[in-house]
């Protein structure tokens, strides 16, 4: 049995969803070996061969492949998938895009979200927002499955693979990148935080939101996530939306400000070790799955929470 | 322009669903079925495409069990002008979808398809990535803008850590984020005006193409619940249990 996981990175450094997605590869039982596929992405090939456990790590170079665009990074993975019996990536928007059309290709039902390994055939994914979890058996003879890294622990990086350079396949001009607008900050990300705080509808507006979150991000290095509702209403960008239509999350620490607790909501989040939740009714579901819930106006709360910190 | 806009009967997002005592799946008798969310936005994208004069006609496409046309009618009432229903009693999995839209584009021929990004039950995510793999064509999956101009088409789509912008040549397939716009509600006088609107009823079986299903689903549970904890009277107390009793901070 051997898998090839095909690694997130922005090729300068290596993304830390391809170590965890590495530890669920691992779980399917046989050698593993990292696709980097990208442009000029050599720093992020030598991060990924310190990864614990990688057999050796494949580098495909190409400007589309740069850009993950999923024409080509789908293309480079099929040209490569018969040494293979799994392929695995992070279900990240990027793996998210192109994994599909890999399974397309090959015939293969994909496995979307995997959140445990039950073994090489057998695999736990959520449904319906995280509210019924399924345990399902492929009857493919290669499994095509993304895995979600809230789930799992990151390997190690006291590897050492080699580093193999191998041809970028053609791949169709469909597609043609033109910009990328990413949000500048120094906060961590989402889906990689030790600590989030999160806003909702309870914040009432854009500028609320981000004035009275800001400042208790800064304190506790955390990042900052936004209730659907929150993004609806135009509070906050999409990116920081949490829930089953946004990112999957597990920090540490989850504060929950001004969120009533929507089954999507949870969906997101309910796996934080820690949940605080403040809101002025008692009776907001967010109440149930919270460690420590505090009843109260939020603009109150978190001026003094910021201060107590 | 004739634009595809699959969509999918699904439980009404606002239905806390059941799962089954026996683990054999999700109790969907007597509950509430609406079409899945995404597809509104993709077929709210399409009607505003034709608005703008850009799309000419609009087919909503649904697969799925009989009562399956009354999503496609809800689609007609916001705005397309025909319906075919592809039926099939059992569930059929993404890859078979897209096999069967695939064949739907091959006999209708339009220069784009608008899908939802992801259906709200069995949230795979995979419909429109793998017809647009299929058909060989464009791929705009988790679009939050599209601008057609010509044979190409702009968009910005969705990224982990902000927006990607693309251009895609036409034949594509897009599938749709939320924010790509707010649906209408259908008025009244257009949903009497959808009864009429023509719609088609095949049979998956009649398509020739592989649909069974390649996943074995051996159970459903639901997930460990969580145990609520206790409420706190200030934010001093709050503070110390974080950094005393749970150590987080």
Known sequence: MTTL?????NNAALNDATAKALSAALELGGDVDILIAGKDCAAAAEEAAKLSGAAKILV?????LGHHIAEALSAQVVAMADAYDA???PATSVGKNFMPRVAALLDVMQLSEVTKIVSADTFERPTYAGNAIQTVKSADSKKVMTVRTANFAAAASEGSASIENVAAADAPDTTTFV???LSTSDRPELASARAIIAGGRGLASEEQFNGLLTPIADKLGAAIGASRAAVDAGYAPN?????QTGKVVAPELYIAAGISGAIQHLAGMKDSK????INKDEEAPIF??????????LFDILPELEKAL | MKILVPVKRVVDYNVKIRVKADGTGVDLANVKMSMNPFDEIAVEEAVRLKEAGVASEIVVVSIGVQQAQETLRTGLAMGADRAILIKSDAPVEPLGVAKLLKAVVEEEQPGMVIVGKQAIDDDANQT??????????????FASGIKVEGDVASVTREIDGGLQNVTIKLPAVMTADLRLNEPRYASLPNIMKAKKKPLDTKEAADYGVDIAPRLEVLSTAEPEARKAGIKVESVAELVDKLKNEASVL
Request: proline residues 0%; charged residues 15%; aromatic residues 4%.
């Open chain 1, 239 to 243: 990116d920081l939306q949490v829930g």
């Open chain 1, 60 to 64: 495909a170079e190409s400007d589309a």
């Open chain 1, 288 to 297: 149930q799955v919270a460690d420590y819930g505090i009843v109260g106006d």
């Open chain 1, 179 to 181: 910009s990328e607008e």
């Open chain 1, 87 to 89: 392929i695995v990536a």
């Open chain 1, 274 to 277: 820690v949940i605080v939740a």
């Open chain 1, 5 to 9: 996981l095909i690694a997130e990175h």
């Open chain 2, 128 to 141: 429109g990535q793998m017809l647009s793999a299929l058909l060989g064509w464009g791929q705009g999956a």
